[in-house]
Each structure stands twice: as structure tokens, then as C-alpha cells.
């Protein structure tokens, strides 16, 4: 059985950084284009940067420049470093496949406010 979980969330100012963790267990992980998704109150969610077996990565307009993915196989993690956050990054993050094949996980709250 596949498990997702994401940990490192917290409340930060605008301007601040955050790095996401999310360790997968119960799949054979390097073969995966790993993804971060985020939902927003009141919103659908949304696919916020995947990186693929191949390290090639992928981001979405609203967080290039700002957000780095990455991943460390050996670990089975796969990561989110997110830089100069505003407050519309507010959001619980989440992490999955992509496209997205396992249930999702608790996921792990953003909440940027000054």
C-alpha cells in the first residue's frame, strides 16, 4: 500500500521560505515523476511542480523562480523548497505522482500572513 507523507508546513511571513518534505513508502519510487499540489481554501487543487525520473522538472507560472523541486531517491523523498512566499501561496500542500495515481495524504498546511 502507498503512503504520502508530507511534513515541514508552518505559519511564515511574505517574503519567507519553507521546505516540504514527502516520504513515500510502498511504491518503487525512482521510476516516478513525483508532483506538488497545493489547495487553497475554497479552491480546486492544483499541480504546483513535478520532477520526473529524469530530473527534468516542471513548474507552474505562479510559483517559477520561486519554488524549487527535488528529489533524493536513496530516501524515497522527494522535496519542496519555496522561497519569497506571498500570501495567495497559503494552501495545505500535497505530494502524488504525475499525474496523480495514489491516494492523496494528510497533506501539510501553508499559511503565509504577516
Known amino acids: 500500500q502507498v503512503q504520502l507523507v508530507e511534513s515541514g508546513g508552518g505559519l511564515v511571513q511574505p517574503g519567507g521560505s519553507l521546505r516540504l518534505s514527502c516520504a513515500a513508502s510502498?511504491?518503487?519510487?525512482?521510476?516516478?515523476?513525483m508532483g506538488w499540489y497545493r489547495q487553497a481554501p475554497g479552491k480546486q487543487r492544483e499541480s504546483v511542480a513535478h520532477?520526473?525520473?529524469?530530473?527534468?522538472?516542471n513548474y507552474a507560472d505562479s510559483v517559477k523562480g520561486r519554488f524549487t523541486i527535488s528529489r533524493a531517491n536513496a530516501k524515497n523523498t522527494v522535496y519542496l523548497q519555496m522561497n519569497s512566499l506571498k500570501p495567495e501561496d497559503t494552501a495545505v500542500y500535497y505530494c502524488?505522482?504525475?499525474?496523480?495515481?495514489?491516494?492523496w495524504g494528510q497533506g501539510t498546511q501553508v499559511t503565509v500572513s504577516s
Open positions: 520532477i520526473r525520473n529524469d530530473f527534468r522538472t
Open positions: 502524488n505522482t504525475e499525474p496523480p495515481r495514489f491516494n
Open positions: 510502498g511504491m518503487i519510487f525512482s521510476i516516478n515523476a
